[in-house]
């Protein structure tokens, strides 16, 4: 298959039959500020225009994908080939092929998952407080064990980080920094101090791999952090709700999926 060449491809040692892709702002059916292939069907856009870009989307990956009402809680939906769209959840495992696992996003942290047995796959919407979640229990930990269950399989996920806010860009207070701390003093290198009081520079892709190694998972591709996997400072590649929702008053959702073939 071929995909639009601002579009990403994971770059990691997933099985043959696990696919995955990253979609970016360009080459949809959307108008400003949703230009173009907008994916969200709750930021105001023109609803056929969405319905064309998810269609598309369908067409290019020949899967089809499940688009969840995401809140920045705790469920894991399961998915099936007649799991309709709108299920409130922020992450969700399937283990049937066709059903492509979707997040969409917009600066917060998607993470893809697939067992090295190819028997299953997930794919997370890891906002700051998602990722956080409460008592050391994050929308990671429980995606984790939402894979758990519906394998046999005993090996450590495979998982890939996609683009979001990054590491010079997602300026947040102390009360965020506290939110990962508390748990594990160390996460404290993850932030940058401001010179405003209280204020810090918070590094997600970092925060997401301590909490996935904590859990064993070691084989982490994708976002490193650096500015090429920056929603915020790449405007022409990538939507960016903290840049553009107040400027312009509302901004596009991009997409990551993972599905078996």
């Known amino acids: 298959m071929v995909f639009p060449s ?42 056929a225009a969405v319905a064309a870009n998810r269609r598309r989307l369908q067409s290019l990956t020949g899967a089809r994908p499940v688009f969840l009402r995401q809140v920045h809680g ?39 998952w697939c067992l090295p047995d190819g028997s299953a ?40 980080l996609g683009p979001c806010i990054g590491p010079r860009a997602f300026e947040v207070g102390a009360d965020v920094r506290e939110a990962f701390v508390a748990g594990d003093r160390a996460a404290a290198q993850c932030f940058s101090p401001l010179p405003a009081a209280g204020k810090y520079l918070a590094d997600l892709p970092a925060l997401a791999r301590r909490r996935l ?33 107040a400027r312009l008053g509302s901004t596009g959702r991009m997409a990551a999926s993972i599905w078996m073939v």
């Open 121 to 160: 796959v997930a794919a997370s919407h890891a906002g700051w407080r998602g990722l956080a979640g409460a008592g050391g229990r994050g929308i990671l930990e429980a995606t984790r064990q939402a894979l758990a269950a519906v394998s046999a399989s005993s090996l450590a996920p495979l998982v890939w």
């Open 213 to 245: 190694r904590a859990m064993g998972v070691t084989q982490v591709s994708g976002n490193d952090g650096s500015d090429a996997w920056c929603t915020v400072t790449q405007s022409s590649r990538f939507f960016s709700h903290r840049r553009d929702a």
């Open 6 to 47: 601002d579009w990403l491809v994971p770059d990691w040692p997933a099985p043959a039959a696990v696919r995955a892709v990253f979609t970016a702002r360009a080459g949809g059916a959307s108008r400003p500020p949703f230009d173009s292939f907008n994916l969200g069907d709750h930021v105001r856009d023109d609803p």
């Open 74 to 112: 705790l469920d894991v939906a399961s998915l099936d080939d007649s799991t309709p769209d709108g299920v409130e959840a922020d992450a969700c495992v399937t283990t049937e092929s066709g059903v492509a696992c979707t997040m969409m996003v917009a600066d917060c942290l998607p993470v893809l």
